[in-house]
């Protein structure tokens, strides 16, 4: 079992920044994607940015591209997700999920079907 807890969640000023942190603990795999998902009152959850553990690679939603940046400190576990330019439509809950292996295609890393643990959430709402 993989264990996820986010953090740095809260209350941000539209134009402002937030950085999201997303710990694993337990049992890792040698080769595997973190995402990061999140989901506003009334809406399906949706994809906002995912990386690739082993190289690095990033993936992003369109809606996200130029504003948010997903990193990874691999001595702490921690994937970092730093969002600048915050609008209030970034209003919702956002979770770091977890892939039991590497995906097996370049879509899987957008679907949140491809993601087996998942944490609690953090929640961001962004005011204006």
């Known amino acids: 079992q993989v264990q996820l807890v986010e953090s740095g969640g809260g209350l941000a000023q539209a134009g402002g920044s937030l950085r999201l942190s997303c710990a694993a603990s337990?049992?890792?795999?040698?080769?595997?994607?973190v995402g990061w998902f999140r989901q506003a009152p009334g809406k399906e959850r949706e994809f906002a940015a995912a990386i690739s553990w082993r190289d690095s690679t990033t993936y992003y939603a369109d809606s996200v591209k130029g504003r948010f940046t997903i990193s990874r400190d691999i001595a702490k576990n921690t994937v970092y997700l730093q969002m600048n330019s915050l609008k209030p439509e970034d209003t919702a809950v956002y979770y770091c999920?977890?892939?039991?292996?590497?995906?097996?295609?370049?879509?899987?890393?957008?679907?949140?079907?491809?993601?087996?643990?998942w944490g609690q959430g953090t929640q961001v709402t962004v005011s204006s």
């Open positions: 999920a977890h892939t039991i292996g590497t995906p097996g295609s370049k879509s899987d890393y957008y679907t949140s079907a491809a993601y087996a643990y």
């Open positions: 337990g049992r890792t795999v040698a080769r595997y994607a």
